[in-house]
């Protein structure tokens, strides 16, 4: 399956956006199903973006 390709900046903006709907309270499940909609990707590319951001600390600065 082919995938689209990101930039890093890009990956850090799907990960920001799957971290504060999360953090709205919205169900782990449900906001990867949204937030991989709104982005147009796969949510195994998703799963990957995920994995990348917690390795690489990409979290929201205070």
Do not use: C, N, Y
């Not at 709205?24 to 998703?46: P, W």
């Amino acid at each position: 399956m082919a995938t689209k390709t990101l930039t890093v900046k890009q990956r850090q903006s799907i990960f920001h956006a799957l971290v504060e709907t999360q953090d709205k309270g919205v169900a782990v499940a449900d906001s990867k199903k949204s937030v991989a909609a709104e982005f147009h990707i796969s949510r195994e590319q998703l799963d990957l973006i995920e994995k990348e951001g917690l390795d690489k600390d990409w979290l929201p600065s205070l």
